[in-house]
């Protein structure tokens, strides 16, 4: 089930849609065009009647209507259906990451406040290239890439915790030591006021990101090695695909609405020349391998650069599972080539000065949401 900020997000920049004078009166009215349960509205009433996220969902709201009404989306008229992906995973090998599908023509990603691309496996990053698979492969990234260090972080880490009985290398745990393995890190970090492995222990874990950052950038260099493959790597961490969708939110560092039209390949391919792909080792508090690209702007000739991160990170906890890798958007969405503006963002402090009074302060709203 979706958590709470993610219904606000979606469904009420869905009702800002149908035709309704606000966010309050939309759930209300409960519009028959948005396509989704009586349980979801449910949920959808609760989570808006506790007011924890009434200021973002003015703002989603406002982003609903403005497509409603641009050229290049609704062009004034009330959808007859809006579906909702629920937070489930669309079936696909390369699905257009859409939140709502508006009369099932009008695909919408909603992003509020998030810069993630993916949050999938180490392996179909760097070694499958985000590419087409039937194959889903979740190696246990740490051990697959630097063994030695991955297994002496985790001797020193169980010596430190004083646990007895457990396999001499983290290849060999099984959910019971897990279990154990994490109730006593737990009360290790409770006496100590920490997060993560032990004080300790962290000589070991430096070794372990830093051997991680460096073998896993050469192993993506090596998926990578024709440069032919450049440009596809760039449009699937951009998720440019070969059908056009939107994004309707609001841009993490700026605090602006974002309101993008995402090109596809081809016309990507007609206003922008990639001229490099590079990627480097980062290691900054956990594994990570950094990227950035250079292109040119056909039309203007003029040259720019967008930018990304991929951290590699336990899903878990220490030692209780296969990593995951997160990727990043450094470059702001409003900045990327293919994201095509629909109008320049509205900085939301003051859209929400125009919509709920000059009482309610944006910023503060993202400080005590972002906690939830």
């Not at 939309?26 to 519009?31: F, K, L, M, V, Y």
């Not at 992906?85 to 009369?103: E, K, N, T, W």
């Not at 919509?355 to 503060?364: K, M």
């Amino acid at each position: 089930m979706p958590g709470d900020r993610t219904l606000i997000t979606e469904l009420v920049t869905a009702l800002g849609m149908t035709g309704c004078s606000n966010h309050e009166a939309a759930i209300r009215e409960q519009p028959a065009a948005l396509a989704i349960t009586a349980d979801d509205w449910e949920s959808l009433k609760r989570v808006s009647s506790a007011g924890a996220y009434s200021r973002l969902a003015c703002v989603a709201f406002q982003n609903g209507v403005f497509f409603a009404n641009h050229h290049d989306g609704l062009n004034g008229r009330v959808p007859q259906q809006i579906e909702w992906s629920g937070g489930r995973r669309i079936p696909g090998d390369q699905p257009v990451p859409a939140d709502l599908l508006v009369d099932r023509v009008y695909m919408i990603s909603c992003k509020y406040l998030s810069r993630i691309l993916y949050n999938t496996s180490p392996a179909r990053i760097f070694d499958e290239a985000l590419g087409s698979t039937f194959v889903s492969r979740y190696p246990d990234w740490y051990q697959l890439t630097a063994p030695k260090e991955h297994d002496a972080l985790y001797r020193r880490t169980i010596t430190e915790l004083g646990l007895k009985g457990m396999p001499e290398t983290a290849r060999k745990l099984d959910t019971k030591h897990r279990l154990k393995f994490k109730h006593a890190l737990k009360k290790h970090q409770e006496a100590n006021s920490t997060r993560g492995v032990p004080a300790e222990a962290r000589t070991e874990y430096k070794k372990l990101i830093d051997s991680v950052s460096r073998r896993t950038a050469v192993r993506w260099r090596k998926t990578l090695q024709h440069r032919r493959q450049w440009k596809l790597m760039l449009w699937r961490l951009l998720r440019i695909y070969s059908s056009t969708y939107f994004i309707l939110g609001i841009d993490l560092e700026s605090r602006q609405t974002m309101r993008l039209r995402v090109m596809t390949p081809w016309e990507w391919q007609k206003s922008y020349k990639l001229l490099s792909f590079e990627l480097f080792a980062a290691s900054k508090g956990q594994p990570r391998v950094d990227w950035v690209a250079e292109y040119l702007h056909r039309p203007t000739e003029n040259q720019d650069k967008v930018c990304g991160h991929i951290e590699i990170r336990w899903s878990h906890g220490p030692f209780m599972g296969a990593p995951e890798a997160k990727a990043y958007l450094d470059t702001p969405h409003q900045q990327v080539p293919g994201y095509e503006h629909l109008a320049m963002g509205e900085t939301v402090n003051s859209t929400m000065e125009a919509t709920v009074g000059p009482a309610y302060r944006y910023n503060q709203l993202i400080l005590k949401e972002s906690k939830a």
